[in-house]
């Protein structure tokens, strides 16, 4: 028999739940784990530092005095699943955490959970990149225990993140915890948002066709449902800290995700992470920008490097 209306709460239900920040809903994530002594959270080798706004994931994880591992990744960031599978057969780990950089999901995604699952481990998805991939592409967010969003790093908020528990059963809708000032994300029009961002990232993708021998995109295409945070480009000629300085002084917002490691990720185990880190330029692909913004960006950038 079918009801006139849906009627059942735990039907694709995802308790969402509002923090001051993406790195507070982590924290409060981990807290809900039960962490034992030689319990470990196995993080990707490419987590970055700033004076200004820390390490972001890692700091949770150094605020509460957890043991930690990372797992290799390539020269696109993408998963190194050998080193995924050696860090399980340890049988140390409790939390695996994987981030879909910059809005884009990893080719081993699936893959990497399931082994996740095979060793009992509880996986948290990275989404502070990857809020529109996931609610209006459903391409991450859905395999993971629990994921969050850092709202603020996709919409024009000042604060606000997001804790989403997957499969649970319904208990308080969309809890606020104290945050009643943040605004929901929902009251923007996520699909149009989502729309621009993917017509600015095609500009860019055309615009460097020719001119991948000084300048490539990390991710070479966009896959169905991959709506990126940032447009990340590889430097291959001159130098990257230069552009950065000569792009944002010309007015252009460019920043570098990340240009410093943080000291745990040890460049003799993690090479690949630190050529990124010392090469990587991510270009701004987001609503406020127009077509025609976005071009004379990229004219500027390749005139920059070949001068």
Not at 35 to 49: E, R, S
Not at 227 to 238: D, L
């Amino acid at each position: 028999m079918i009801s006139k209306l849906a009627g059942d709460r735990s039907n694709y239900f995802r308790n969402m739940k509002f923090y001051e920040n993406a790195r507070t809903a982590f924290s409060a994530y981990i807290k809900t784990l039960k962490f034992k002594k030689d319990d470990h959270v196995l993080l990707p080798a490419y987590i970055g530092w700033s004076a200004r706004e820390g390490s972001g994931v890692f700091d949770p994880i150094q605020a509460l005095g957890l043991k930690y591992a990372f797992y290799a990744l390539d020269n696109k960031l993408n998963i190194d699943l050998e080193s995924l599978k050696k860090a399980f057969k340890t049988k140390r780990i409790k939390l695996f955490v994987i981030i879909h950089y910059f809005g884009f999901v990893d080719p081993c995604y699936k893959e990497a959970v399931s082994l996740a699952k095979e060793y009992g481990v509880k996986v948290l998805e990275d989404e502070a990149h990857a809020l529109y991939t996931d609610l209006v592409g459903g391409a991450s967010g859905r395999l993971g225990d629990a994921c969050i969003f850092s709202v603020h790093k996709m919409l024009p908020f000042e604060n606000g993140g997001v804790l989403c528990i997957n499969n649970q059963k319904p208990t308080q809708l969309c809890q606020r915890n104290g945050c009643e000032s943040i605004e929901s994300p929902f009251c923007y029009d996520l699909f149009k948002i989502s729309k621009k961002r993917l017509q600015n990232t095609q500009i860019i993708t055309d615009s460097l066709r020719n001119h991948t021998d000084i300048v490539s995109p990390l991710r070479s295409d966009i896959k169905q449902g991959e709506i990126p945070q940032t447009y990340p480009v590889i430097i291959k000629k001159g130098s990257r800290d230069k552009l950065y300085e000569l792009m944002n002084n010309s007015g252009f917002g460019v920043v570098s995700l990340y240009h410093t490691m943080i000291d745990q990720i040890l460049q003799k185990e993690f090479p690949d992470s630190y050529f990124i880190s010392k090469r990587i330029l991510n270009l701004p692909v987001h609503q406020d920008a127009d077509q025609q913004e976005i071009k004379i960006m990229v004219e500027t950038l390749l005139r920059y490097i070949l001068n």
